[in-house]
């Protein structure tokens, strides 16, 4: 022990800063290889302490209560390491191989499920050798990806059990939904692999569809806007399950004054679960929106409920549509159920009138208000709303002089370029 402390001195007063990249990365690669050594034979020792009672020494009554109170590890890393001790001891070759620096912790704690007494009963009571399985694991730990090794364990573990019974797949799935103080959410959950792969194939589909030129978008964040995606989607077809004979909406309240004030006007309006947002989104939310006016008394008892009022009328969208075919921000080919009718100037502090000159195409990404692009700024993921976006392929930009001091803070914007122009040139065969 005293050798081992001695040779973690000397690493930690060498200058990392003098060697060459690949000394370093040579290096780095011997000391995960020791590092696993290293595992192995506390896993193994950790099983001998275990099998000699050696914890009663110290007044506990197992090697996983003394693991926590004596090396302060979590009780899920204590009891991980006394089953990988465990599993050392059934499968010699994986043993021979996790001492020698070539199998990891992480790879050993896959395969320790193999050797519980009720799998290792199981394997006995089906005449199995555990030599052969032994030697399989050895094989595909040290000679495959990673991501094979759960999918080989996984299939071992259902062979023991070939007449089961077929789980629930209901069981298996469940979602935690939390909302925060200023409306935005965090979720997780857990599905099972039918539900994950029809989640995940969905969810796949409009991330791969919505991904213009440009994007800096992370992958999470392309899966985040997929997801929102997807439920604006569902919400406009109208496919959602009718509730109390309405389908599901959005709904947003915001006094009037508030929404014909041009400020932002942050916490202005209350969306249908509770969530407070701006009066800058609430217009965003009304360009492609149903209006409905109601009056308040000064008890807060509403007076009149006024008409309902679509503020891009059917007619006017499907003209939309026809002209821009796509979402008409630079590089994006969205498709236009996808996209919301936008007004190119904002129809309530602009006076901009809902007509066809002054509305266009936006998905959902781009058409969310976002912070302007500053000189000494990298430009923002998300653009301005109510700004001039490119133009249909065969209409002109607007000029700088048509545009309010508001519009020249927008992103450059550029033509969209023909089908033809974006088609790959054919090869002429020699």
């Known amino acids: 022990m005293a050798d081992l402390a001695s040779v973690l001195d000397a690493l930690a007063a060498e200058d990392l800063h003098a060697l060459p990249a690949g000394v370093h990365l040579d290096s780095l690669r011997e000391l995960a290889q020791a590092r696993n050594r290293l595992d192995a034979e506390i896993a193994r020792r950790v099983r001998v302490a275990e099998n000699t009672q050696a914890a009663e020494h110290d007044g506990q009554k197992t090697m996983a209560s003394w693991l926590r109170g004596h090396c302060h590890l979590t009780p899920r890393t204590a009891a991980l390491l006394v089953r990988n001790g465990r599993a050392l001891e059934h499968l010699p070759k994986v043993a021979a191989a996790c001492a020698g620096g070539s199998i990891t912790a992480d790879q050993l704690t896959v395969i320790a499920p193999i050797t519980t007494p009720a799998n290792l009963a199981a394997a006995a009571d089906q005449r199995i050798d555990l030599g052969a399985i032994d030697t399989a694991l050895h094989d595909v730990a040290t000679g495959e990806r990673y991501h094979r090794l759960p999918q080989v364990v996984a299939h071992y573990l259902a062979c023991l059990d070939p007449d089961g019974t077929e789980p629930d797949p209901t069981a298996d799935r469940s979602l935690t939904l939390i909302k925060h103080a200023d409306g935005s959410g965090s979720f997780r959950g857990d599905l099972d692999p039918v539900g994950t792969e029809r989640f995940q194939t969905v969810l796949e589909s409009f991330q791969q569809k919505n991904r213009p030129d440009g994007d800096d978008r992370t992958r999470a964040q392309q899966l985040a806007d997929a997801l929102v995606q997807w439920a604006d989607v569902t919400l406009a077809a109208g496919s959602a399950p009718i509730l109390r004979t309405h389908k599901p909406q959005v709904i ?69 549509e026809h002209r821009d075919v796509t979402c008409v921000f630079a590089g994006c080919d969205a498709p236009s159920h996808w996209c919301d009718v936008h ?51 065969d209409q002109p930009l607007r000029t700088a002089a048509h545009l309010s001091s508001t519009d020249r803070l927008a992103p450059s914007w550029t033509p969209r370029r023909s089908t033809a122009e974006r088609r790959p040139a054919s090869r002429t065969p020699p």
Do not use: K
């Open 343 to 393: 007004h190119l100037r904002e129809w309530v502090a602009d006076q901009g009138e809902t007509s066809l000159e002054n509305s266009g195409l936006l998905c959902e990404r781009h058409h969310t208000p976002g912070p302007p692009r500053l000189p000494h700024r990298p430009r923002s993921r998300r653009p301005m709303a109510h700004l001039p976006p490119r133009r249909h392929r």
């Open 252 to 320: 947003v309240t915001i006094p009037l004054a508030d929404l014909a004030d041009p400020a932002t006007g942050p916490g202005t309006a209350r969306m249908g679960f509770g969530a407070q947002i701006s009066a800058a989104r609430a217009r965003w939310l009304a360009c492609d929106g149903t209006i409905t006016r109601i009056v308040i008394g000064p008890d807060s008892q509403p007076l009149d409920l006024g008409r309902t009022r679509r503020i891009t009328p059917p007619h006017l969208r499907r003209a939309v």
